[in-house]
């Protein structure tokens, strides 16, 4: 996916995310952004494999949750980061609009997986992603994220089972250009 900064992509759920740049930096790129996040939205719990994600509420509560741990909230001018590895969640837990500034480390397919993420759930009208699409793009990048809120069945028998169909059927097709998966080191 060859990227022109600043690139913004929305949901049909109340998110927009632009991604302002790339940061080299000699322990990996460091991927810049901005989220603006709808009253009572925001991503379900999940996790990023190998890169942590960091956020600045410039206006607005944000509302955040680290797996096993209480729910949690920030102000203006207060920071959170998730680690690699670690499950998390967070919403708009305000009246207003909610605006962070972000960054992401390292970048990896980020870029492509939510954009990708993005489209599907448009295509399905909620925060579900279009069924295929979301095979696809949690079986092709699970070692880089999965979708924790998801049953544990689901995610290891029913997704790939759809995935193997979608193949059958050639749903895959507008993923031509899709970046390979990031592994640990």
């Given at each position: ?16 995310l ?25 991503p379900?719990?999940?996790v ?36 690699r590895?670690?499950a ?41 992603p ?56």
């Amino acid at each position: 996916m060859n990227t022109t900064y600043p690139y913004t992509i929305e949901n049909s759920q109340g998110e927009r995310l632009t991604f302002l740049g790339v940061v080299r930096e000699p322990d990996g790129d460091k991927l810049l952004g901005e989220n603006f996040v709808a009253p009572g939205s925001g991503p379900p719990m999940h996790v990023h494999w190998l890169q942590e994600e960091c956020f600045t509420v410039v206006k607005g509560t944000i509302g955040y949750q680290i797996q096993g741990q209480p729910e949690q909230f920030a102000g203006v001018g207060e920071t959170i980061l998730f680690k690699r590895g670690e499950a998390h969640r967070f919403w708009n837990a305000g009246t207003d609009a909610l605006q962070c500034t972000a960054w992401v480390k390292p970048a990896n397919t980020l870029v492509f997986y939510l954009s990708a993420i993005f489209a599907a759930q448009k295509k399905s009208n909620s925060l579900r992603p279009e069924l295929f699409d979301a095979a696809y793009l949690l079986t092709r990048y699970a070692s880089e994220y999965d979708m924790i809120d998801m049953p544990r069945f689901v995610r290891r028998v029913v997704i790939p089972i759809i995935y193997a169909t979608g193949k059958l059927l050639k749903k895959y097709d507008h993923f031509s250009d899709a970046p390979a998966p990031v592994t640990a080191n």
